[in-house]
């Protein structure tokens, strides 16, 4: 039972002994007393307050940091984008961090007391990669489509705004790829762990 009731307020989900934890303004002291409470180390703590991070897995003894990439697609600005969540992951406990709400945590979240199968660190986990992951075609097909109709409209005539959009694909597909290459080889890490309670 959570006496703290700061952390009580965090307290996302909990079963037979699994606690999940999320804080939804890395700034906050909610995150401060996580920390204490369980002793997470404080580069990751720091890595949490510095947005723009890129996925990674760092190993701190019992408890795994990871940071995993969120893709997005400014359709105004023709424009790509990422922000993250944030993971520390344990036997029994997740906390999980992000800036803002977030619509799959919040149908996780709204799952959690109905779906026992998620009382359990891998599965949770992996239930919400799942849903990052899903994010990432869609942003690829809006992009595919604005090359499309830059490749019609190209035929036609150029100028300055054609132009314009032009780059800006281009730069959306760079970072598009730099994100996709860091979640890929994030999962790749994920995948080599030997953790019983990750599988």
């Excluded at 989900?13 to 002291?29: I, T």
């Excluded at 993250?84 to 799959?104: A, W």
């Excluded at 190209?154 to 800006?168: G, I, N, P, R, Y």
Aim: charged share 30%.
């Amino acid at each position: 039972m959570i006496s703290s009731p700061t952390l009580q307020s965090a307290l996302a989900g909990e079963r037979d002994g699994f606690l999940w934890f999320h804080v939804e303004d890395p700034n906050s002291s909610v995150l401060d007393e996580l920390a204490r409470t369980y002793k997470l180390h404080e580069l990751a703590i720091e890595d949490c307050r510095v947005p723009g991070t890129r996925a990674k897995l760092d190993d701190y003894g019992d408890t795994l940091f990871v940071v995993a990439n969120v893709l997005h697609f400014d359709p105004k600005r023709c424009e790509c984008t990422f922000t993250e969540i944030d993971f520390f992951l344990r036997e029994n406990l997740v906390i999980t961090v992000r800036e803002g709400p977030d619509p799959v945590l919040d149908q996780i979240r709204a799952s959690f007391a109905s779906d026992e199968r998620l009382a359990h660190t891998g599965r949770l986990f992996h239930r919400i990669l799942d849903g990052i992951v899903d994010r990432f075609l869609p942003v690829l097909d809006t992009i595919e489509e604005r090359i499309e109709n830059l490749e019609e409209r190209a035929v036609d005539h150029t100028s300055s705004a054609f132009l314009s959009e032009t780059f800006s694909l281009k730069r959306s597909l760079i970072e598009f790829r730099r994100v996709s290459i860091s979640m890929r080889d994030l999962l790749s890490q994920l995948l080599r762990r030997e953790e019983s309670w990750l599988q």
